[in-house]
């Protein structure tokens, strides 16, 4: 179906700066819509940021202002670039699509670790 590949997780201190990217791959004719979710212990996962076909984006509030999501390569790549992290965005994050034809559901990656020391 579609195979998602996160990569540039890692350790940052507070107020630093982090770049997540993921590829999709796969037997899919179109993707929707992309994003990112994230998971931390006890927690449950939440939409970070997405963004659709036509661009627009969305965030969660937690992040607005802060993070910022971008699209190219024809739909099949899709960066998470973070800035001014907190300990509180530590988590594990996952690249995800949004795959109408194939459902309408998100798919998501294997995730990749984030974490925001003080």
């Known amino acids: 179906q579609v195979q998602l590949v996160e990569s540039g997780g890692g350790l940052v201190q507070a107020g630093g700066s982090l770049r997540l990217s993921c590829a999709a791959s796969g037997s899919i004719f179109s993707i929707d819509a992309m994003g990112w979710f994230r998971q931390a212990p006890g927690k449950q996962r939440e939409l970070v940021a997405s963004i659709n076909s036509g661009r627009s984006t969305n965030y969660a509030d937690s992040v607005k202002g802060r993070f910022t999501i971008s699209r190219e390569n024809a739909k099949n790549t899709v960066t998470l670039q973070m800035n001014s992290l907190k300990p509180e965005d530590t988590a594990v994050y996952y690249c995800?699509?949004?795959?109408?034809?194939?459902?309408?559901?998100?798919?998501w990656g294997q995730g990749t670790q984030v974490t925001v020391s003080s």
């Open positions: 995800a699509a949004w795959i109408a034809v194939l459902g309408g559901r998100w798919y």
